[in-house]
């Protein structure tokens, strides 16, 4: 099963306890056999998926959107974005250059066409920017990929 993760970055401490927590429980539902968690690997739930799959016995695949992307990261996420990397079974590239929202957006429709399944830590509200979380989202529906959204109840962006 090759499922992937797009979500809102930037969670809160209490909100990002309990986003763990689904998608740690989210993780454990599948066959580790079988399971290939597809990422491009931000901070937050991209992360943090990507880091369940493996602690579970799943497989990860990175998507990076852009050559500069990992740049555009928080200087505090480049270690856990490394280690992910490094522990990437296989890394796709969309051969863009410049990070911008576009890219991501090219990155979200390439990992899209990647899974059989996407996992959505989304509050079910728009995108705040173009290719947020509300854009992955309406791209895999329109592509035919079941979504699977996760969102604490009560949690608030």
Partial sequence: ?????????GLGPD????????LAAQAECYDPAELVGVSCIADGPDAWFAEA??????????????GEYRAGLPG??????????ARAAEVHHTGLVESTSEAHQAGSEVLVGLVD?????WD??????Y???????????????????????????
């Fill in 1 to 9: 099963m090759r499922v992937g993760i797009t979500g809102h970055r």
């Fill in 15 to 22: 909100v990002e306890v309990r986003v763990r927590a689904l």
């Fill in 53 to 66: 799959v493996l602690a579970c016995g799943g497989r990860v695949e990175v998507v990076v959107p852009a």
């Fill in 76 to 85: 505090r996420h480049h270690p856990v974005y490394d280690r992910l990397i």
């Fill in 117 to 121: 399944e996407l996992v959505a830590v």
């Fill in 124 to 129: 079910g509200k728009p995108a705040r920017g």
């Fill in 131 to 157: 290719g947020g979380t509300a854009d992955v989202v309406a791209y895999a529906r329109r592509a035919g990929v079941p979504v699977r959204v996760l969102w604490p109840e009560g949690a608030v962006r």
